[in-house]
C-alpha cells in the first residue's frame, strides 16, 4: 500500500523524467485472471489470490496453509472436486511448499491431528 504522498512524489518524479502516466494499478491488478477458478501467485510472504468474477486480494501467506484455507474454501457437499486452480511462484518455493501447492485445489479430508497439510500428513490426498 502507498500512501497520498508517496504516489505525489512518484507522479513528480515521472513529470521532471517527461513521462505522462494515465492511470494507477494495484499490485493484484497484475495477476493473470483464468476464465475459470481461482489464480494464486506466491511471492515470498503473499499470496495474491483473483478469480474472474471478483476482485483480487493480497493474503500474509504465513503460514501457508491457512492462507490456502481462506483463498480456497472446502467444497460445500463431500466428495465435490474444489475449483481449478491455477498457482505461480517460484522454483525454490514450489519445492519448499510442493505438497501445500499440489494439494490445494482438490477437496481435503478433515485431518485428524495437528498435521494438517504437512509433508507427514497422512490425511490429505496424494497424487499417486
Known amino acids: 500500500m ?21 492511470a494507477a494499478y494495484a499490485d493484484t491488478a497484475a495477476v493473470p485472471v483464468a476464465g475459470t477458478g481461482c489464480t494464486l501467485l506466491l511471492d515470498g510472504a503473499q499470496l495474491y489470490v483473483r478469480r474472474a468474477d471478483s476482485l483480487p486480494y493480497l493474503l500474509d501467506a504465513e503460514p501457508l496453509g491457512t492462507a490456502l484455507d481462506l483463498a480456497l474454501p472446502r467444497p460445500a457437499i463431500e466428495g465435490e472436486t474444489g475449483e481449478h486452480v491455477t498457482f505461480y511462484t517460484s522454483t525454490a518455493e514450489y519445492e519448499r511448499y510442493r505438497d501445500l501447492i499440489e494439494g490445494c485445489g482438490r477437496a481435503p479430508r478433515r485431518c485428524r491431528s495437528s498435521c494438517f497439510r504437512t509433508a507427514r500428513c497422512r490425511c490429505w490426498p496424494r497424487r499417486p
Open 2 to 22: 502507498a500512501s497520498r504522498s508517496t504516489l505525489e512524489r512518484w507522479l513528480a518524479q515521472c513529470d521532471a523524467a517527461g513521462l505522462e502516466l494515465s
